[in-house]
């Protein structure tokens, strides 16, 4: 980040029929500062209909209010606002989420190391405090090592949401150190992806590698991207000072039928236009699994098993009717790759 001369931040938060919690994501960052940077703040408004845009735009007269008219998904959105706006970094940060002081600064301190830094991921704690649970206890979250956590009313530990995106051998995105309680936090500085619940971007990188692919709508949408740029060598680090507290799926909920769609049905487009042959048939793989799975739950008379199914066809569906769109963009892709698509092996991880 150029220190001699001042450059300017704009910090986007997206809004759709969310206005309590933009209204205090807001709060937690009008004030933000940092040495030589102009900060300015954007709300995009995805199409609400609750009246949360009008009441934003009147409790919050400093902070400019862009309307889209329709909801035009997560990366839609930034990119309406990335196209209305000429900042030398884009900072976007979850509506469910507050910024801890110090945020916006710590996000964008890494770019003065680096020219070739193109994104840097925030730390983002779940919010509440957590304990583990017998697998059994409805609601709880499961971390990789297949231990169950659930929200604590007294004591328990604070969880990490996110330290920035990784992905699998089967192209299934994931945030790294999921559940990992906040003391025992050693991610390393450099990592696959940025987690665009709260991130920033440089904006030559984008220019250079193109911005997010709204037709995934969302979830996904910051996997590629980070994807992209890594072909085309941008760095992308982790600022484990710009600290956020997230309430995690706020906007759908992992286990709706809005989530489980939209993630299999971009996990395969995006394993498509950036991964091997060999991702593409592991992803395919691995929903069929997820078929197989769930419609032996069904006949076993479990209700959410039908739902989960129903929605993992649908998903499916989705992704066959536009992969040979999905396979078409990444043979153009490759023609700008400085990275071959077999990169990708040194940083996935098992299933």
Known sequence: MPTSERVRCTVIVVNWNGG????????SLIGQSAEGVAIDLLVVDNGSTDGSAESLERDFPSVTMLRTGH????????NHALSATSGDYAVLVNNDALAEDGFVAALLAPFSTDDRIGAVTARIVLTGRFEPVSADVAGSYRRSDGSHWTRS???????????????????????????????????????????????????????????????????????????????????????????????????????????????VRNRILTAAKNGPSSMLLASLWRTLGSLAKSFVQTLRGRPS?????????????????????????????DTNAREP?????DWTIED
Do not use: K
């Open 20 to 27: 309590d919690d933009t209204a205090a994501c807001l709060r």
């Open 71 to 78: 909801n035009l998904g997560f990366g839609g959105a930034v």
């Open 153 to 263: 009313e007294v004591g328990g530990v604070e969880l990490l949401n996110s330290t920035g995106n990784i992905v699998s051998r089967s192209g299934n995105g994931q945030d790294r150190s999921w559940l990992v309680p906040v003391d025992d936090d050693n991610s390393a500085e450099e990592v696959f992806g940025f987690s665009g619940g709260g991130c920033a971007l440089r904006r030559s990188t984008l220019v250079d590698v193109g911005a997010f692919d709204d037709s995934l709508f969302m979830y996904y949408e910051d996997t590629d991207l980070a994807w992209r740029m890594r072909r085309r060598r941008w760095s992308i680090r982790y600022a484990r000072d710009a600290t956020l507290h997230h309430r995690h799926a706020g906007s759908s909920g992992v286990n709706s039928p809005l989530f489980l769609v939209n993630n």
């Open 305 to 333: 098993a039908n739902s989960r199914f129903r929605a993992t066809v649908s998903g499916l569906l989705g992704a066959l009717r536009r992969l040979p769109h999905a396979l078409s963009i990444g043979r153009e892709l």
């Open 341 to 345: 698509r077999s990169f990708i092996r």
